[in-house]
């Protein structure tokens, strides 16, 4: 019986000191007309050996050499250190940090977690994980809303440069909250919000206001006046960010003449895997004074009976499991194991690293749009400056230059016109510090061929 | 044994450069989006990582390490091959909006996941997004909003719980907007129906119920409790996180449930890697399908393909940024392959098996099970209520007496409406030998606390820190390093008192 | 400095409290004629990036789908969890057990494989390992001349039917100890040793006599006689066998009337992968009364101060280490980590797994012969029954089969012509557990498909 | 802390079923070879074997958990890439004799090995094939010995080896069928020319040494040996074990050495595995290039290719199965590619930066430095006779007491010729932080000491066992389980006295 345990022996030797002739009737309290049939839905077991043949052929089936894909997503090196200690049998078995003198491992990760992302976002305070990016931003909405009680509008204001799957998640979990998203169109030459359409709503209630930096784009946003207009306006900024970005970029606690009190995103850049867009984690991360509406766990550094230093899981009446109906959210099962690799990663990179894969990156993807801007047609679709992402404007569909790209064993980008049906024939494309100078090369000529062959098609 | 911070482990300068880039490229940026002052992350070698997180790993208790009977958590053995494969590169270096095109295989194991779950639970579609158990309930409510709000039926905002549930089931409501109605349980465990006929009317949404209960019992009245949510125009929610207990032997849609969430993590045995990720997929009846959160697996005459709002009009909408936790959801794949039907037919038997022979041994040693005359599911409790009273010895310090022997202590203090209770949860994967290891320890501990227990108050002692200062934790609150130099003397004091 | 963790604030002060300006000075007793310039040869340092490019590139390149070698490497199923555990960082990293209290995790580990390795093979004591099957063969021999003190010949008799690079690795270790291997040739049809010409060295001084089950040919020897006769002569008898195989296979300490006292043989298909021929590890044991002229480690069960078990290398007086020239072995460094993952295998394999695992291999190797022998021309090339291995004689030149089945992704087996001129268009096969009927159903046909070809070229 | 035997876990009946294959085919072979009893091994579940390996894990120091300044060992940080990519599957499924044509990934990596390896020595040639440092050895002394016999001078069959020599170097002379000369050491630590010029003549075969020597110092003489051996017949063979300290600094092919072998699992950070495996890969220089063992890769026109006794007629022949401990070839390959030039000359510079840091902090805190008027090389040796004498604490008490500290024992009692020593060698990847930490330990041991000692003699007190009984382990010969029906009442008692 693969992971049972049980000779025959031991189960004759457990059922009588039970009392009962057979396993079954320990379900004797079910009603008999509830009881199903076999699972006939799911089939035999087969061994691990053919399990992982199965597994390998699938895999295999999915296999790229080359991936520009970004829009949320990013591939950059994960040193090996990350998930051979990630992977370590007692950080990935263990539960919830619950019994803390039994988990000072894990609760000291987070506790180091805590921190480096805090100074990352330029904030006091970060809690220990939430599911992904987009549900970070809903929550994070959803807190903004809980802390700024002088505002009465539950009226988020929400570029249109913000990633849609993250406008959607948002909308989907704040929804029956009666929060109202308004979005912001964003300026068709610079890719930037168009701060005179936000400027449009000076004077009205405004809750908070969500700053993406960069956005969907990859362009960087101007977030200083964002940040300030917000503040002027008694809203509560939301800063969505990248943090690999933020081994370059200014934190968000230091936009404006105040920064931003709340900062949230995807943890994915920090050592996790693309995996098909799972497990990542989400951060958020805030001020001092508005940690008790900061949803999910938080670590605390403490002492024991000997007035040693140690780690526990604390402000737990902020939670679900104290506070049920009340709680600030419902989240219980975090992305703890994610968390552990983010905290190794970040370790490994350190300040240098970090700017450095962000530099690369933001370079790369320079070097990258120049050199397709070079191609009879291609033009930049943006004019301001972006991170490590650019949207490129093709003469021809961006869809089939994709797929024809994906034959030659490389994903082009993301043909924004299914989320933005104003951009036709525009790719969403990303460089990280993965892609070499032949890498590009490789881009860029691939995709002169395919557009010459779609246009010589058309 | 102690571990510095890894801040405290570093020197101004040290790193470990074989992970970075060997040139950085100047980046012309603008000035004003410059960041000025680096951030505070460690500068160390790799070695100061490897060993630093090596060693902290070892100071965690976990299944791999420990035997971990933590009741409504079902920590059984997650085996080891369900993560070689799921971490085959062709999985963990896709990318969540490559082409179909070359997602095929990726899809099949989504797919046929999919499927399995139909079977073993009898719903009629299942959507794999949601991240965790507590966003399957989110989606689960959120669906039963949706459905009565779809019919005009825009009056129902309650969402009536168990006293007995699950702090997500409450909390979850909440976030849907409705509001919690709380029914009691009767003496024997069971839901107490005739308050539950007065809670019910017009504005009933729906009901949200694990069974077994997270009190360790199988609610015999379950048909009956169907029949008053139902009529009353309500809608059931199962809160699968004790599926372990029932697996192959009922199925959530025979028992009246029109929509679910399945804890992957807990049943399916993927890690729970200290806190997460987990799953907590989604599947609905016919009544609930079209509502479920987008994207879900189809397929077409060339293979897989995601569904999405084209599809889904009604679906309630997207809940994480792209499709769930992906990488759990191959772990779930590969652990039913690997036990099948017939394996996963077993869990259940071996679960009750071990949970009712715990409890019984427990009983004979002296303990007070919370309702002795019922079955225990995959999961019992006990109550030390006698023994706080008597010695002062409290729930909490039979935990801890515990950890000193090795063992993982239960879950303590839930369900709330318990008072001093262990929620014990052997699971299916622990053998005969353990269990009696497990018996002995509570006897002893019971033993001890019977003469001074102080023992146990003191536990406990041959972990790496001894019992810790939760008020002070709340009190003082230090939830980040800061660095001598910019400390001014202290950590964020008194920012919050709990 | 990639792994080294000196700021220059360190090595400032570190120089300092040892007194001298620089680095360079702590060279000063060189000789400066002796100081060399760069290491040109080696190039410029690459980041862990880029290496893991490179080596994934490199890997790629010799991937292949369906392997049928043996011939002293097997492919077996090894269990995710074998290597998850063996490459954990207190395993991996650690020395040879010398300070045995904070070793003991790798001593219960070596503790408990001898015991395994003990019963397995029907002996008292095992070794901690030696380098691998062929230089184990070799020590063997060693050891056999040594415990023989009545024998002055040392002449030791080696079948033909061993491994040739096992017999090769034999001469090149005791060549210079005045070792006379003489070879016994096999009987052409059936492929087990001629007993007769065995025989006919009766009545002389023999040393030792080298027992292979099975022997380079997948086929059973007839170790009783084998065995009876080393005897009867005053020979040591030496077993040299695959581990796998006595999941099935009688044990070498029961052969003949009382058994055979030394036993060696390679232990890579317990576990380790076929990593292109290492590391893999050799195990000997042997009989109780021999133990002090076994070579290599040992390790032994003793109490410490407070009574309590533990474990500890123990007869370290046979080793280098303390005996120097008068040592069992130069040995000293071994395969621990291969020990540690064939000590986990054998305990998920268990008795029954282990003899499922050999009797599947057995039954596939069989199945691929009967369905390998309706091919035209196709015939086993020996009568005597074999465990998963098996000679196929071709009716072409095997070689040429060989290279075009590899075209197709399949490798196909070893041409034994190379090795036995006289078996000319014969292919050693071997099919273990891990190939499925499609996997024997694929070879067959491309077997039949590409002798076709040949022949019709030809 | 201590663990059952995994046989003392497990159940007869009980096993990891999901390893098996899932059939068992009836074999038909006839019944004298088959197997009546079935072997003594665990039966067990796959958690029972992840649980106890991973415990007993637990209770090993290492130099991912713990500082390991083993002397002669150069226990430095193995870093983690090199197992990743070595462990590649197009690596570790590839069978040894797969044809050439499917093997130039592989090999393109060995043979730019090779290469690599010359340029850090000066060598002529390499055989990557010597599974270990005593079998690269081996390989040296019998190439040595070849050359003599084809010239047809066969009476060189000393081998002369320095009376602080590593006990490999004796013992492979003996194997190699030598004899051995001792060349005692003067006090400088130097090797005494003098006795040495005594011992040459026309049975000399060669001379073993590795310089830096195993007593910490390089020896200045070196030309001198050289010209005394060469000039009577001689060959130098190097023991590559030290090469750390002289990475870029000494070309051991420059020093005059006409063969040599490197550990790879000392210099080039390949792992130790608690034991091995090593690599003693073997470089000649032109003279004895010829003899090197089989197989070699060379070039063809397409590629890479296996040179066999076809193209080196004079080889010593074959020392493994196939072409030795290729992972660990592997390793060291990415190893050298992520240091590169320039990081393979910083290794000797801080490996001899840390030693000479260490051992003047040693000195100043009041240790016997063996020779205090020499540079450390990598390593240095301090010697305890003096507390031994005035309290009995000796140097296995002080290695002990380092244990309870949470630090890796140095060598204890090598090299032999020097009483109650420590060999340390810290290694270039530890940090001034931990070596001070180390000091700081040995300062305080060393005060200890000076008190009673009492303290030192009980150590060490918090590993998973105190000090062991090494004399009843030789004396009562338990080297293997046997349960207790089958015991007898006895373990292997007296086999075999000491
Ligand atoms: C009964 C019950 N319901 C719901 C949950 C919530 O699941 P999750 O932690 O995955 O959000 C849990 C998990 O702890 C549970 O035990
Ligand atoms: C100086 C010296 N020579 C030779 C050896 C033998 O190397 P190995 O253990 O790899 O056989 C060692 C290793 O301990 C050594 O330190």
Same mark, same amino acid.
């Given at each position: ?137 809903? !929550? ?39 929060? !109202? ?39 960087? !946003? ?65 001020? !001092? ?27 737990? @009446? ?40 962000? @530099? ?99 | ?42 500068? *160390? ?95 689960? *409510? ?6 009565? *709000? ?49 809670? *019910? ?298």
């Amino acid at each position: 019986m693969p992971f049972i345990p049980h000779t025959d022996h031991d189960t004759q030797l457990m059922l009588q000191a039970i009392g009962v002739d057979d396993i079954n009737s320990l379900f004797d309290e079910i009603p008999d007309e509830l009881r199903c049939g076999k699972l006939m839905g799911v089939p035999t077991a087969i061994s691990e050996y053919e399990v992982g043949r199965l597994m390998r052929r699938q895999a295999d089936k999915d296999r790229v050499e080359l991936n520009f894909l970004g829009a949320g997503a990013y591939e950059h090196h994960i040193p090996a250190a990350v998930w051979e200690l990630t992977t370590r049998g007692e950080f990935y078995s263990a539960y919830t940090p619950y019994q803390a003198e039994a988990s000072q491992g894990t609760l000291q990760v987070i506790y180091e977690y805590q921190t480096m992302m805090a100074s990352l976002t330029g904030q006091d305070v970060s809690n220990a994980s939430l599911y992904d990016g987009a549900s970070a931003l809903a !929550e994070a909405t959803l807190m903004a809303v809980r802390v700024n009680r002088a505002s009465k509008s539950r009226r988020v204001l929400i570029p249109q440069s913000v990633h849609p799957h993250y406008a959607a998640v948002t909308k989907a979990i704040t929804a029956s909250q009666s929060i !109202e998203l308004v979005q912001i169109p964003y300026d068709p030459n610079s890719g930037q919000t168009d701060l005179a359409a936000l400027r449009s709503h000076a004077g009205t209630d405004i809750t908070a206001v969500i700053i993406p930096q960069p956005n969907v784009f990859g362009v960087l !946003e101007q977030v200083d006046e964002f940040a300030d207009w917000a503040a002027d306006q008694g809203a509560l900024g939301i800063a969505l960010v990248n943090p690999i970005s933020l081994g370059l970029l200014r934190p968000p606690g230091e936009w404006g003449r105040e920064g931003v009190p709340i900062v949230c995103g995807e943890g994915q850049p920090l050592g996790v895997p693309l995996s098909s867009g799972g497990p990542y984690f989400g951060f958020l991360t805030c001020r !001092e004074a508005l940690v008790r509406q900061l949803p999910g766990r938080l670590v605390g550094r403490t002492v024991d009976r000997d007035g040693k230093l140690g780690f526990t899981l604390t402000l737990q @009446a902020r939670e679900q499991h104290i506070r049920r109906s009340r709680a600030t959210s419902n989240i219980c099962t975090n992305q703890g194991l994610m968390v552990t690799a983010a905290t190794i990663y970040m370790s490994l990179l350190g300040p240098q690293g970090l700017r450095r894969v962000a @530099a690369e990156s933001h370079a790369k993807t320079r070097g990258l749009a120049a050199a397709a801007a070079m191609i009879d047609g291609v033009e930049p679709a943006f004019t301001a400056p972006h991170f490590h992402e650019v949207v490129l404007r093709l003469p021809v569909r961006a869809g089939a230059v994709i797929e024809k790209m994906r034959r030659q064993g490389i994903l082009a980008g993301i043909a924004l016109s299914s989320w933005y049906p104003e951009l036709e024939n525009c790719l969403l494309v990303c460089a990280t510090e993965t892609k070499t100078d032949a890498d590009l090369h490789t881009y860029v000529q691939a995709l002169g061929q395919q557009i010459e062959a779609s246009r010589a098609a058309s | 044994m102690s571990e510095l911070l890894i801040f405290e482990r570093g020197q101004p300068g040290r790193s470990a450069s074989a992970q970075f880039p060997r040139h950085e490229s100047a980046h012309e940026l603008p000035a004003q989006f410059v960041r000025s002052e680096p951030p505070l992350l460690p500068e *160390v070698s790799e070695l100061d990582v490897v060993r630093h997180y090596t060693r902290l790993s070892q100071m965690n208790f976990s299944i791999d390490t420990h035997f971990y009977p933590l009741g409504s958590c079902t920590m059984k053995y997650n085996p080891r091959g369900c993560n070689s494969f799921a971490s085959l590169p062709g999985f963990t270096q896709r990318h969540p909006l490559a082409p179909e095109s070359s997602s095929q295989g990726f899809l099949t194991c989504l797919f046929e996941l999919q499927e399995m779950l139909k079977s073993v639970t009898g719903m009629a579609a299942f959507s794999l997004t949601p991240m965790a158990g507590a966003q399957g309930e989110l989606a689960g *409510v959120a669906m039963i909003r949706a459905y009565h *709000v779809d019919r005009g039926d825009i009056g129902r905002t309650e969402i009536i719980v168990p006293d007995a549930a699950h702090g997500t089931n409450p909390a979850t409501a909440t976030m849907c907007g409705c509001t919690v109605k709380e029914v009691p349980t009767r003496a024997d465990g069971d839901v107490n129906l005739d308050v539950l006929r007065e809670l *019910v009317g017009s504005q009933t949404a729906g009901i949200m119920l694990t069974n077994p209960s997270t009190l360790g019992v199988f609610d015999k009245n379950i048909k009956a409790i169907e029949e008053v949510i139902h009529a009353a125009g309500g809608l059931l929610y199962y809160d699968g996180a004790n599926l372990n207990a029932i697996l192959g032997k009922v199925l959530p849609a025979e028992m009246g449930f029109d929509v679910m969430h399945i804890n992957l993590h807990k049943t399916f045995a993927t890690p729970h890697g200290g806190g997460g990720p987990g799953s907590g997929v989604v599947g609905a009846g016919e009544t609930l399908k079209p509502f479920l959160p987008i994207p879900v697996v189809g397929t077409t005459a060339n293979g897989y393909r995601w569904l999405d709002e084209a599809d889904l009009p009604k679906s309630i909408g997207r809940l994480s940024a792209f499709m769930g936790n992906a990488g759990v959801l191959l772990r779930a794949y590969i652990y039913m392959r690997l036990l099948g039907r017939e394996g996963l037919e077993r869990v259940a038997d071996y679960a009750v098996l071990n949970a009712n022979y715990v409890m019984v041994q427990l009983r004979k040693a002296g303990f007070d099970i919370v309702f002795p005359d019922r079955r225990a599911s995959h999961e019992f409790l006990v109550t030390l209520k006698r023994q706080t009273k008597s010695k002062g010895v409290t729930a909490m310090d039979f935990a801890k007496a515990l950890l000193d022997r090795g063992i993982h202590a239960p879950t303590t203090y839930f369900p709330l409406l318990v008072p001093e209770c262990l929620l014990i949860e052997p699971t299916e994967t622990e053998s005969k030998q353990t269990l009696d290891h497990f018996v002995a320890a509570m006897t002893e501990i019971l033993a001890e606390a019977a003469s001074s227990g102080a023992q146990c108050k003191d536990a406990p002692v041959t972990t790496p820190v001894k019992r810790l200062d939760d008020v002070r934790a709340a009190r003082q609150l230090d939830v980040r390093y800061q660095p001598p130099e910019t400390d001014g003397g202290a950590q964020i004091v008194n920012a919050a008192a709990d």
